[in-house]
């Protein structure tokens, strides 16, 4: 298969040297100072703060409502509900305490708890709030009013947006991730990209709204609105890259808005506060980083809508538990008990809420066909026999795959009492736990849970679309990380992503042969040991700020 040239050349020698070796790991620091850690909040010093009102307990949805569409009755897009939204999405989740020890937990995920990922919002007129863009800080939940309209823009985006819509806009800081993992970090700033993509949308779902990603955007369109083409203010290893535009609204369909439109409506805005140094000593440079930062940058490209096929009702789940319980109680697991199974009906739930629906969260949010399909170590699972597992995320993919797995010992016998809808085949008998540690990076909790699994993409149909598209291969893999993160909490279970992998032995045990399939993500799902040192504390309290209806 022939891939477009120009940057595609670029992105694949990134995506080589970047991979991890047994022999050897992708280009870090030598040295991490764990004392000289980067800022985790920008702050933008002179922009007046708007403080939000911290009222996403009132919010009584089900958690296992966010999944049937028209469940959620749709609430109205007020400040209030916008800042549900946010405290639920890229707010904090918790502060966890051992000893002298204190850090914040966020509902969206991070590499490394470093968060590279910052959120904006554009909002029109509201009560209490004028229309314009906004930045997110999550440590003090207030919005930062950094563009300010004129009369005619003002006017120009509450036509837009009227009062049914909203948009967030998401970036990145590179220099977070580069810090401690080097070249690889750029993988890992659109892994979270696609953690808080899927965080939002979940967030969302709790009040009835609909959110899409307008993936036709430039970036340059989201460079400009977001005020991240003001070069001037930011320091030069600590700028903002564009990634992603949603459209937040209170419509049934979702609403699509096309980036000219709101580019044009800014020419007259006023950017104010200047953002925070978040790190003093940059030690390394990473120029490969910048490298495929600028051979990905995406231009505008025409609008995808990707309708997903009808399949059964997600297979039922025992939880009654509130929407914003379950979304806070999201964890990482550090380590996993190594003795206790899960059933088979947790297994399949798991596994079923990773393929997409018409209209149901999180997966309506990214209208294109699945590219991502799970290569599964099976531990300790009730009713199935250990082993490797392959489950793919649409139909028609079968027969390649079994061309491009060539390993003659693969059995690719079809579960006969897994859901109808399933394409889950065995490929190999027997115990896995020891390659599975193995693959990533001898880490324990790859064998120690229940399963394991690595995300095998459809590489080269990717990036046929162009080289941007390889920072969606990630995108779609932090989604369904959040997916397993959210699903295992909710069935009593812990999830946890896995950055660091032998991307060739995974490669090798699979029998692939060229890079027309590359795995992207790892993650895990198991049962933790307790931790009776650890405190959980609220992840408000710092505030002591009344709640407000």
Same mark, same amino acid.
């Given at each position: 298969?022939?891939?477009?040239?120009?940057?595609?050349e670029?992105?694949?020698?990134?995506?080589?040297r970047?991979?991890?070796h !047994?022999e =050897?790991?992708? =280009?870090?620091?030598?040295h991490?100072? *764990?004392?000289?850690?980067?800022?985790?909040y920008?702050r933008?010093?002179? /922009?007046?703060?708007? $403080?939000?009102?911290?009222?996403?307990d009132?919010?009584?949805?089900?958690y296992v409502?966010?999944?049937r569409p028209?469940?959620?009755?749709?609430?109205?897009i007020?400040?209030?509900?916008v /800042?549900?939204?946010?405290?639920?999405?890229l &707010?904090?989740?918790? *502060?966890?305490?051992?000893?002298?020890?204190?850090?914040?937990?966020?509902?969206?995920?991070?590499?490394?708890?470093?968060? #590279?990922?910052?959120?904006?919002?554009v909002?029109?007129?509201?009560?209490?709030?004028?229309?314009?863009?906004?930045?997110?800080?999550?440590? $003090?939940?207030?919005?930062?009013?950094r563009?300010?309209?004129?009369?005619?823009?003002?006017?120009?985006?509450?036509?837009?947006?009227?009062?049914?819509?909203?948009?967030i806009?998401?970036?990145?800081?590179?220099?977070?991730?580069?810090w401690?993992?080097?070249?690889?970090?750029?993988?890992?700033?659109?892994?979270?990209i696609?953690?808080?993509?899927?965080?939002?949308r979940?967030?969302?779902a709790?009040?009835?709204?609909?959110?899409?990603?307008?993936?036709?955007?430039?970036?340059?369109?989201?460079?400009?609105?977001l005020?991240?083409?003001?070069?001037?203010?930011?320091?030069?290893?600590?700028?903002?890259?564009p990634?992603?535009?949603l459209?937040?609204s209170?419509?049934?369909e979702?609403?699509?808005?096309?980036?000219?439109?709101?580019?044009d409506?800014?020419i007259?805005?006023?950017?104010?506060?200047?953002? @925070?140094?978040?790190?003093?000593?940059?030690h390394?440079?990473?120029?490969l980083?910048?490298?495929?930062?600028n051979?990905?940058?995406?231009?505008?490209?025409?609008?995808?809508?990707?309708?997903?096929p009808?399949?059964?009702?997600?297979?039922?789940?025992?939880?009654n538990?509130?929407?914003?319980?379950?979304?806070?109680?999201?964890?990482?697991?550090?380590l996993f008990d190594a003795?206790?199974?899960?059933?088979?009906?947790?297994?399949?739930?798991?596994?079923?809420s990773?393929?997409?629906?018409?209209g /149901?969260?999180?997966?309506?949010?990214f209208?294109?066909?699945?590219?991502?399909?799970?290569?599964?170590?099976?531990?300790?699972?009730?009713?199935?026999?250990?082993?490797?597992y392959?489950?793919?995320?649409?139909?028609?993919?079968e027969?390649?795959?079994?061309i491009?797995l060539?390993?003659?010992?693969? @059995?690719?016998?079809?579960?006969?009492?897994?859901?109808?809808?399933?394409q889950?085949?065995q490929?190999?008998?027997?115990?896995?736990?020891?390659?599975?540690?193995?693959?990533?990076?001898?880490?324990?909790?790859a064998?120690?849970?229940?399963?394991?699994? &690595?995300?095998?993409?459809?590489?080269?149909?990717g990036?046929q679309y162009g #080289?941007w598209?390889?920072?969606?291969?990630?995108?779609?893999?932090?989604?369904?990380?959040?997916?397993?993160?959210?699903e295992? $909490?909710?069935?009593?279970?812990?999830?946890?992503? !896995?950055g660091?992998?032998?991307?060739?032995?995974?490669? @090798?045990?699979l &029998?692939?042969?060229?890079?027309r399939?590359?795995?992207?993500?790892?993650?895990?799902?198991g049962?933790?040991?307790?931790?009776?040192?650890?405190?959980?504390?609220?992840?408000y309290?710092h505030?002591?700020r009344e709640?407000?209806?």
């Amino acid at each position: 298969m022939n891939l477009p040239p120009k940057h595609n050349e670029t992105v694949l020698a990134y995506h080589e040297r970047t991979k991890h070796h !047994i022999e =050897r790991y992708a =280009r870090g620091p030598a040295h991490i100072n *764990w004392n000289a850690k980067p800022d985790s909040y920008r702050r933008y010093t002179g /922009a007046k703060c708007f $403080e939000l009102p911290l009222v996403a307990d009132t919010l009584t949805s089900a958690y296992v409502n966010l999944y049937r569409p028209k469940a959620i009755t749709q609430q109205p897009i007020t400040l209030n509900k916008v /800042a549900a939204l946010l405290e639920l999405s890229l &707010g904090l989740s918790a *502060w966890k305490q051992y000893e002298n020890e204190r850090w914040a937990l966020r509902c969206n995920p991070s590499s490394g708890n470093l968060h #590279p990922t910052e959120g904006y919002v554009v909002l029109p007129k509201m009560l209490n709030i004028p229309a314009g863009v906004y930045h997110y800080l999550s440590e $003090e939940h207030v919005l930062e009013h950094r563009g300010i309209l004129g009369a005619s823009g003002v006017k120009h985006i509450g036509s837009l947006l009227s009062n049914n819509s909203f948009l967030i806009g998401l970036s990145s800081i590179p220099w977070r991730e580069m810090w401690k993992y080097g070249e690889r970090s750029f993988r890992y700033c659109q892994h979270d990209i696609g953690h808080a993509i899927a965080a939002i949308r979940y967030a969302a779902a709790t009040l009835g709204w609909q959110v899409l990603l307008l993936e036709d955007w430039a970036d340059t369109d989201i460079l400009v609105t977001l005020g991240l083409d003001q070069e001037e203010d930011f320091h030069t290893s600590e700028r903002e890259i564009p990634e992603v535009m949603l459209c937040i609204s209170a419509t049934e369909e979702g609403q699509h808005i096309v980036g000219s439109e709101i580019t044009d409506a800014l020419i007259n805005i006023t950017w104010k506060g200047i953002p @925070n140094i978040l790190d003093t000593n940059h030690h390394y440079e990473w120029p490969l980083v910048e490298t495929v930062i600028n051979a990905t940058y995406k231009p505008l490209t025409e609008k995808r809508d990707w309708i997903a096929p009808p399949l059964p009702p997600l297979l039922p789940l025992a939880c009654n538990r509130r929407a914003i319980n379950v979304i806070r109680q999201r964890r990482s697991a550090q380590l996993f008990d190594a003795v206790t199974h899960i059933t088979t009906k947790a297994f399949y739930r798991l596994l079923d809420s990773t393929l997409p629906r018409p209209g /149901a969260a999180p997966w309506d949010v990214f209208r294109h066909r699945p590219l991502l399909h799970l290569i599964l170590f099976v531990h300790r699972v009730t009713g199935l026999s250990p082993g490797v597992y392959i489950l793919l995320r649409c139909d028609g993919v079968e027969e390649e795959f079994q061309i491009a797995l060539q390993r003659e010992h693969f @059995n690719w016998i079809k579960q006969t009492g897994c859901p109808k809808h399933f394409q889950l085949y065995q490929l190999v008998s027997g115990d896995a736990k020891t390659v599975a540690q193995q693959i990533s990076c001898h880490q324990e909790i790859a064998a120690d849970s229940a399963f394991s699994l &690595g995300m095998l993409s459809e590489f080269h149909i990717g990036l046929q679309y162009g #080289p941007w598209a390889y920072r969606q291969f990630f995108w779609e893999a932090g989604m369904i990380g959040q997916v397993l993160y959210l699903e295992a $909490e909710a069935l009593g279970l812990r999830g946890t992503g !896995i950055g660091c992998y032998f991307d060739d032995v995974v490669h @090798n045990l699979l &029998g692939l042969i060229s890079t027309r399939y590359q795995s992207i993500y790892h993650f895990s799902v198991g049962t933790p040991p307790q931790d009776k040192h650890l405190q959980t504390l609220p992840p408000y309290a710092h505030l002591k700020r009344e709640k407000k209806q």
